[in-house]
């Protein structure tokens, strides 16, 4: 695992910068990542929020940016919140207000959301199911995209519904040790000396 001091915004950020490059980009588990990151149109931003009222007025507050931004210079946002929805359930049950929060602001179909978070799991999977992993970030992620980027990356990219079965068959390849190596797990224990410098 590299050594990381989780208590600063910094780190985070380069944290998570560093799963895009090395895991994301590196095992090309999203063949449209790699543009906007060379291009550095992603914003990474740290939420500060430690309820969910907090972090849905931080996710308000970076949906409206992202809706004003010229695509060409913001064309997605990583919302990263270190101090809330650490346990997975909890954070899938606010992927629902998460959705609510696009139709309120009528972003409905302009800007969707995806998830990432340190325990994902999908619905048809065990916990230690190493596909998983495809979706496992250092911390817990509202990822916003614009549904225009999507369909753009889409059109450039034939087979992209087969990204899925691509990234079921990378991380098997890969296994759980080989994950480890990368070395992007952030324990429970470098959790709580984030939430104890806030």
């Not at 919140?81 to 696009?102: C, G, K, R, S």
Request: glycine share 2%; aromatic share 8%; hydrophobic share 40%.
């Amino acid at each position: 695992m590299r050594p990381i001091e989780p208590t600063s915004d910094d780190a985070i950020i380069a944290l998570t910068r560093a799963w895009v490059d090395e895991a994301v980009i590196g095992l090309n588990l999203c063949p449209f990542a790699k543009a906007v990151q060379v291009k550095q149109q992603i914003r990474y931003v740290v939420s500060h929020a430690d309820n969910l009222d907090a972090l849905k007025q931080d996710l308000q507050r970076e949906l409206a940016l992202l809706r004003e931004s010229d695509p060409e210079v913001l064309d997605t946002t990583l919302l990263i919140h270190p101090d809330v929805l650490q346990d997975f359930l909890a954070y899938n049950d606010f992927l629902d207000i998460a959705d609510e929060t696009l139709e309120q602001m009528d972003l409905d179909g302009e800007i969707q959301i995806a998830s990432f978070h340190p325990d994902y799991q999908f619905a048809d999977a065990k916990s230690n199911d190493i596909e998983n992993y495809t979706n496992r970030s250092p911390w817990a992620i509202l990822h916003l995209l614009r549904e225009s980027s999507i369909d753009r990356a889409v059109e450039s990219f034939p087979d992209a519904s087969r990204i899925y079965d691509h990234n079921v068959a990378t991380m098997r390849t890969l296994g759980l040790d080989g994950w480890n190596r990368l070395g992007f797990v952030v324990s429970k224990k470098q959790q709580q000396l984030h939430k104890k410098s806030c």
